[in-house]
């Protein structure tokens, strides 16, 4: 069982910037991958960037050049470094972990507005 709790969400203006935060329960070295998605209300969630064991990232098209994944492994936690945010970009953002079987945290609220 991996345990994944999110911080970081907020309000921001168009063109600002937040980082996200995902904590898990157990080593991250151990995790193959983890991840953000996204889900706008009515709307399917959406990739938005992955990071693997190795430190190998990955983005979706929308998000690519903005948005940026990291990992602190003594801290077993998984960043998204959010920059020129949009309105477009406001969703809930969720962190995912895959090892055996796949793990979502709870959300965190992301609304880009003036």
């Known amino acids: 069982q991996v345990q994944l709790v999110e911080s970081g969400g907020g309000l921001v203006q168009p063109g600002g910037s937040l980082r996200l935060s995902c904590a898990a329960s157990?080593?991250?070295?151990?995790?193959?991958?983890m991840g953000w998605y996204r889900q706008a209300p009515g709307k399917g969630r959406e990739l938005v960037a992955t990071?693997?064991?190795?430190?190998?990232?990955g983005y979706g098209d929308s998000v690519k050049g903005r948005f940026t994944i990291s990992r602190d492994n003594a801290k077993n936690t998984v960043y998204l470094q959010m920059n020129g945010l949009k309105p477009e970009d406001t969703a809930v953002y969720y962190c995912?972990?895959?090892?055996?079987?796949?793990?979502w945290g709870q959300g965190t609220q992301v609304t880009v507005s003036s």
């Open positions: 995912y972990a895959h090892k055996y079987s796949s793990y």
């Open positions: 990071i693997n064991s190795a430190g190998g990232t």
């Open positions: 157990t080593s991250i070295f151990s995790i193959n991958v």
